[in-house]
């Protein structure tokens, strides 16, 4: 049985830090400012030259958002209606890729969804990861109109937050 198209904008639980299994001290200490801290740099001569060397744990840059802000921005923006599904998880996880594709495209500038270890968000919207910063970092003005296409696309939500850095959840799981 697919989900009615009247139900496809349906509510999406936010999550609730407060039973989240995370707790503050599971985060990595890093600032909000987009300089990184020594522990978390990588250094590609080293790793190169190296046998020994160990690649820092790999950080996202950008903003939280929860699957409800994802199938938000799809309605407010009308982007195209999704094919009939029998479930709601990948009915989600569709909406999500459209959503990433139109920001992108509107961004001219790949994003990438992850899965962040946070109390507070359901996935990161990222600019960077900081082992590939230092190739793929924006000049400073074209940064900042990718986000402003993020704040103003996203509304709220991403409008109030300042980027910042994520983990992976994977990387803490294992």
Known sequence: MHIPDEEIYNPCPRPNPAKSRIKPED???CSTAKKLPEEYRF???RWRLEPGYIKPRKL???FGVDIQDFIDYHQRHQLPRPPPMDNRASLWHYIMDDVME???ARCRFKLQRILPLSPKYDYTIALYNSHHISVTELEDDEEEDVIRIMKERFGDVVAAQR???FCLLEDSIR
């Open 27 to 29: 985060l990595p200490k």
């Open 43 to 45: 250094n590609v001569r």
């Open 60 to 62: 996202f840059y950008g």
């Open 102 to 104: 139109d920001l992108s």
């Open 163 to 165: 980027p910042q850095w």
